[in-house]
């Protein structure tokens, strides 16, 4: 099947129809489809992120990973001035403080975009202390790399839509959903490389518009395994899978970039 990535203001070499990039417009923030509402501090490690281009504005998320490192995905920082890192929120519009940072803290991907695998950013921030409402998320460990986490039952989180074009939320959502070969992501979307990794997703349980950059968890032994990269192009409640930037087969990079590795 020929796939396509709508990304915002690039044109992707990687052309292929079928695939939506979860970020659509200007500070279009909205909710994961058919999750729950968190509870206050259930998920310290996100972060919200927005992020501007000149005077457009969109919203994002992202993971922290260390005291001075954020982890989100690449699309999400294409052609950006500035990003203000919202830090301990539930909802949006409640952060507990922020902090904004230029462009030249960024660092995304060397191969972005030429691989939708590498949809990963890293952004440096000035040091952020931890407590219980702002945590860091552990990444898997060196040795975890050849895992593929295949049928783990994982956690992701976002400020996105409730269902294709809905109007601006508040509250933090999350839904639970499985892990699933790239072998069966691929029969929708057609040949991925092994630095995507997918999920399923029953009923309308899915990532949408606006939640790009966010965290993908493991319920067991929360280890950040991947960050929310794209969904089916049709709607966002399409029965098929939903991918992300693999962690694993980034750990050397972070690790180059930012220090942080296990």
């Known amino acids: 099947m020929q796939l396509k990535l709508k990304l915002w203001f690039i044109c992707l070499m990687w052309t292929v129809v079928g695939i939506r990039n979860v970020l659509t417009g200007a500070l279009r923030d909205h909710i994961i489809t058919n999750g729950y509402p968190a509870t206050v501090g259930e998920v310290p490690y996100i972060v919200g992120l927005l992020v501007r281009e000149g005077n457009l504005a969109r919203w994002c998320g992202g993971s922290i990973i260390h005291n001075n490192w954020v982890l989100t995905a690449a699309h999400c920082t294409d052609h950006v001035t500035s990003v203000t890192v919202y830090y301990g929120a539930t909802r949006r519009t409640q952060a507990l403080f922020n902090v904004m940072v230029n462009s030249g803290h960024i660092i995304q991907h060397p191969d972005w975009p030429a691989s939708i695998g590498n ?16 945590q860091k998320i552990e990444l898997p460990g060196l040795s975890e790399r050849s895992n593929s986490y295949e049928q783990f039952t ?50 309308g349980r899915s990532i949408c518009d606006g939640d790009s950059g966010g965290p993908l968890v493991t319920k067991e032994n929360h280890k950040l395994v991947g960050i929310t990269s794209f969904s089916d192009a049709e709607s966002c409640k399409s029965a098929a899978p939903a991918g992300f930037a693999r962690i694993t087969s980034h750990l050397e990079w972070i690790k180059n970039v930012s220090g942080v590795s296990y």
């Open 119 to 134: 949809d990963i950013a890293l952004i440096r921030t000035p040091h952020v202390g931890f407590w219980g409402m702002v």
């Open 154 to 203: 994982v956690k992701t989180c976002g400020w996105g839509s409730t269902y294709d074009d809905s109007p601006l939320p508040e509250w933090l959502q999350c839904v639970d959903l499985a892990i699933i070969s790239n072998e069966q992501c691929s029969r929708s979307y057609g040949e991925l490389p092994d630095s995507v990794l997918c999920v399923d997703t029953p009923q």
